[in-house]
C-alpha cells in the first residue's frame, strides 16, 4: 500500500508566500494583510490569496505546484480520459459523485497512477484513492478548477450516454438523433477545434472505440468509448454528412460545415471500411484565414524571393509538390493572396474549396454530377482569367488542359503527389504528357514538409550533429524537452521546409530528352537548388526546429550539406 503523502499544509503554504514576495509577485505589505487574514479569521493563505486577488489563479496554481513538485494540468490535454477514470473509479467500488464531490480523481495502468486533485491538502480524499492502489509509481497532478469543470462535463455527458443505451428496443437511426449522442459529437468537435487539430479519427476496435486528434502532425488519443457506441456515433456523422448510415461496406466521403468562436469550418467525412466496422476521418478546414501570406509560412530569404518572382510570371505552370497534410494548399493560397493587386483576374477549382479568399473567382469541382477538373478548367478559358490555380492535378486529361492554358497566356499555380520536386517531371511523363510540353511549359517545382517548431518556453541548446562538416556546425542549435506551455511534448506549431527548383535552360534540356531522376537532381542541385533536408537543417541551425525532427520527416538519402 502507498504510504499517505503528509502534507503540512501551513507550512507548504507559508513558504509559498514568502516565495511570492522573493519573486516580487507580491508585496511584503501584502504579505502582512494575508498572514493577518490567516491569524484573525482562521482561512488559509491560499483562500486569503484568493479573496485579496493579488495574483491570478493560473499563476497561483502555477506556483502551488512548483511548491509542491506537482504536475499541473491547465489544458484538456493534460486531463484524464473518462474512460480510464470510470474504470479505475469501478474496480476501487468508488462513487463518480464521491469522486467530483471530493474533487479527486485517478486513473491507472500496470506500471504507475495518476491522481488528480483539485485541493492537494485534502488528504482524506487522496488517502481513500492510494489506499487500493498497488502500482509503484503515483504521480500528483494539481488541477485548476477550469480542467476540473472540464472532467465534471465530460463525465455528465458520459453518464447521459450511458443512460440512453442502457435503454432497449431504440432504433439506430433515432440513437444518433438523441440529444446525448448529439452533445457528444458536438464535444469532440468543439475540442478538436478548440485544440487546432487538423484532422479527427474515430477507429472502430474489438471491445472500444477510439476518439483520436491530430495535432501539429501527431496523433492524440482524446477519447474511448464501448464499441456499442460506434454506430450511433457513425451514423450521428454520416447524417451530418448527407451520407447513407446503412451503408458500411463501402467507402463514402461527405462534408458538412460548422461555427465554433465565431469561426466557420467545412469539416470533411471520409469512411472506410474494416474488420471491426469502419474507420471515419474528419479534416476541419477553417474557411477564412487571416493573413494567410507566404511571408508567414516559414521560407528562407532565398526561397521566398524565388516562389513570388515565379507568382509574378505571366505564363507558365508553377507547382507544388508534398505527401497530403504538408500545406501544399496552404502554400498557393499564400501565393494568390500576394498575387491579389485587384488588376488581375484569378479563378480557382478546387475539391474543396478550403479557404475563401477575397477578390478570387473559386469554383468547386463536383465529380458526381461530372464537374470535373478538367472540364472546369475548359470553362475557365473562356472567363479571360489572368491565373489560374488547379487543386490537383490527377490524370492525364486536367495536366494536358493546364499545358495548354500556359501555352496561351495564363500562369497556372497546382499540385502534385511526388517525393521530391524533381519527381514531378517523370510523374507527368508517366501520366502521357510529352517531354517537350513538360520543358516548355513548367517554370518552377516546389517540394516541402512540414516540421514542428520547438516551444519556445522550455528549448535548451545542443551540440550540432556529429555528421556535419565542421564549416556547417555554427547555429543555435536546440533540442525538445517539454513543459506545461507544450504539454510536455517540446513541440508547439509546425513550419515548412523547402525544395525549389527552377527550370533552368539546362534542365530543360534533360527534361526534354527524358532524363532519370537522379540526372535531374543532380543539375537542380548545380544551379543552386537546396535539397528538403538541408533546408531544414537551416532551420534548425537557427533554433527553429530540432535536427531529430528533420531526420523524422526528411528521407535518409537525401543528401547532407
Not at 81 to 107: K, M, P, R, Y
Not at 149 to 155: F, G, K, R, S
Not at 211 to 236: K, N
Not at 281 to 306: C, I, W, Y
Amino acid at each position: 500500500m502507498i504510504e499517505p503523502l503528509g502534507l503540512d499544509a501551513n507550512i507548504i503554504q507559508a513558504s509559498l508566500i514568502n516565495n511570492l514576495v522573493v519573486s516580487n509577485a507580491i508585496t511584503s505589505k501584502q504579505q502582512a494583510l494575508i498572514e493577518q487574514s490567516v491569524t484573525d479569521k482562521k482561512t488559509t493563505h491560499i483562500q486569503a490569496l484568493k479573496r485579496f486577488g493579488f495574483v491570478s489563479e493560473d499563476f497561483l496554481l502555477e506556483n502551488l505546484a512548483i511548491e509542491l513538485d506537482w504536475s499541473l494540468a491547465q489544458n484538456t490535454q493534460d486531463c484524464p480520459l473518462v474512460a480510464d477514470v470510470l474504470s479505475l473509479a469501478t474496480q476501487q467500488s468508488l462513487s463518480i459523485d464521491w469522486c467530483i464531490e471530493q474533487g479527486v480523481f485517478a486513473t491507472a495502468n500496470e506500471q504507475s497512477c495518476n491522481i488528480y486533485v483539485v485541493d492537494p491538502f485534502n488528504q482524506f480524499a487522496i488517502s481513500v484513492i492510494i489506499s487500493n492502489i498497488t502500482q509503484a509509481n503515483v504521480n500528483y497532478i494539481l488541477l485548476t478548477s477550469a480542467m476540473m469543470a472540464n472532467i465534471v462535463d465530460e463525465l455528465t455527458r458520459e453518464r447521459e450516454v450511458s443512460d440512453l443505451f442502457g435503454q432497449k428496443g431504440i432504433n439506430l437511426s433515432t440513437l444518433a438523433e438523441e440529444a446525448p449522442v448529439i452533445n457528444l459529437v458536438n464535444s469532440f468537435l468543439e475540442k478538436a477545434i478548440q485544440l487546432e487539430a487538423s484532422d479527427i479519427h474515430i477507429e472502430a476496435g474489438d471491445t472500444n472505440m477510439r476518439v483520436r486528434f491530430r495535432i501539429d502532425g501527431t496523433l492524440m488519443e482524446h477519447m474511448r468509448q464501448p464499441i456499442s457506441r460506434f454506430a450511433a456515433i457513425s451514423s450521428r456523422i454520416k447524417l451530418l454528412a448527407e451520407l447513407d448510415i446503412a451503408e458500411r461496406r463501402l467507402p463514402q466521403d461527405g462534408r458538412f460545415s460548422t461555427r465554433n468562436a465565431g469561426q466557420d469550418f467545412d469539416i470533411r467525412v471520409s469512411t472506410a471500411p474494416d474488420v471491426y466496422g469502419e474507420s471515419i476521418v474528419m479534416r476541419l478546414l477553417p474557411k477564412k484565414r487571416e493573413q494567410l501570406s507566404l511571408a508567414n509560412l516559414g521560407f528562407a530569404p532565398d526561397h521566398l524571393s524565388t516562389i513570388q518572382r515565379w507568382g509574378k510570371l505571366s505564363n507558365g505552370i508553377v507547382l507544388v509538390t508534398g505527401p497530403t497534410g504538408s500545406g501544399k494548399s496552404t502554400t498557393l493560397y499564400g501565393l494568390l493572396s500576394d498575387l491579389r493587386t485587384g488588376k488581375e483576374k484569378i479563378v480557382t477549382v478546387e475539391d474543396p474549396v478550403e479557404y475563401q479568399l477575397e477578390g478570387v473567382t473559386q469554383v468547386q469541382a463536383r465529380a458526381d454530377i461530372g464537374y470535373t477538373f478538367a472540364k472546369a478548367l475548359r470553362t475557365f478559358l473562356r472567363q479571360d482569367p489572368d491565373v489560374i490555380m488547379v487543386g490537383e492535378i490527377r490524370d492525364k486529361e486536367t495536366a494536358d488542359i493546364a499545358v495548354q492554358s500556359s501555352l496561351t497566356g495564363h500562369l497556372v499555380l497546382s499540385t502534385l503527389h511526388t517525393n521530391d520536386a524533381c519527381s514531378v517531371f517523370p510523374r507527368l511523363t508517366d501520366m502521357g504528357v510529352e517531354p517537350f510540353l513538360i520543358a516548355a511549359t513548367i517554370q518552377g517545382v516546389q517540394a516541402q514538409r512540414l516540421v514542428k517548431k520547438l516551444c519556445e518556453h522550455c528549448a535548451e541548446s545542443t551540440d550540432a550533429p556529429s555528421f556535419m562538416p565542421e564549416a556547417s556546425k555554427e547555429g543555435t542549435w536546440r533540442k525538445a524537452v517539454g513543459c506545461p506551455k507544450c504539454h510536455g511534448k517540446g513541440y508547439k506549431g509546425r513550419i515548412g521546409i523547402y525544395e525549389l527548383v527552377e527550370v533552368t535552360p539546362a534542365l530543360r534540356e534533360l527534361i526534354s530528352a527524358g532524363a532519370g531522376v537522379a540526372k535531374l537532381r543532380l543539375q537542380a542541385k548545380q544551379d543552386g537548388a537546396r535539397n528538403l533536408f538541408n533546408d531544414g537543417l537551416l532551420k534548425a541551425a537557427q533554433g527553429i526546429t530540432s535536427v531529430e525532427e528533420v531526420l523524422r520527416v526528411c528521407a535518409t538519402e537525401d543528401e547532407v550539406i
